[in-house]
Each structure stands twice: as C-alpha cells, then as structure tokens.
C-alpha cells in the first residue's frame, strides 16, 4: 500500500469515527427532548418540538461549489491531504485550469456514505 492509499484510508477511518461521533451526539439530544417533552407533558404544558430534527439544513452555510481550501476546513485536515483526496476521484470535481471545484452535493453524498465518484 503506497502513502496515498494510506493516507486515503486513514481519512476513511477519521469519516467513520466522525460520523459515529455525530450520531451519537445526535441521539443523545433526541434523548434529552423526548425526557423535557415527557416532563412538560407530565407538569401539563405542551412544548412545540420538531419531530423530524434530521439535520437537513447543516450544509446551508456552505457554497454550492467547494474548493480543496473548503474540504479542508470542513474535514479538519491539511491542505495537501484535502488536495489528495480531491486528486483522488472519490467524488466528482472540476479542474479549470489550476482552479479545483468541487459540486457541494457530489461531496455530500461522499462523505455521507451514500455514493462514490458521481
């Protein structure tokens, strides 16, 4: 296995355990909002909670192209591993001349596990 390939992997294993950190965290709110809804419920008052808290909008604040600079301020890693990975061909980007764009869903839908290369 080459640096590359190691290095890719090892952003593999960071992805998972980072995602495993948010669901977790996720779960425990959903937790904590179902004991205060139960607690209002039982002091009868009725709290407004939004059943549905996936987190669609947590992509809303960033552009709808990325660059490597933005992969690496959302993976929290260093720009020549962002650049690797976007070299990489995990998830579609465009090379205009020097400049490197990535779609923003294309990553999206890479980070999120649920395609590869679009």
């Not at 407004?48 to 709808?64: A, F």
């Amino acid at each position: 296995m080459n640096n590359g390939q190691q290095q890719i992997e090892y952003l593999k294993k960071r992805l998972t355990d980072l995602q495993r950190y948010i669901n977790r965290e996720f779960d425990m709110i959903l937790d904590e909002i179902k004991l205060l809804e139960k607690k209002e419920e039982v002091h009868g008052s009725k709290i407004v909670t939004n059943k549905s808290l996936v987190v669609q909008d947590t992509w809303k604040d960033i552009p709808e192209v990325l660059t490597p600079k933005d992969v690496q301020r959302i993976l929290k890693v260093g720009l020549n591993q962002a650049y690797n990975l976007v070299k990489s061909n995990q998830f579609h980007h465009i090379t205009i001349g020097r400049k490197i764009l990535i779609p923003k869903q294309s990553f999206i839908n890479w980070l999120e596990g649920r395609e590869g290369k679009e």
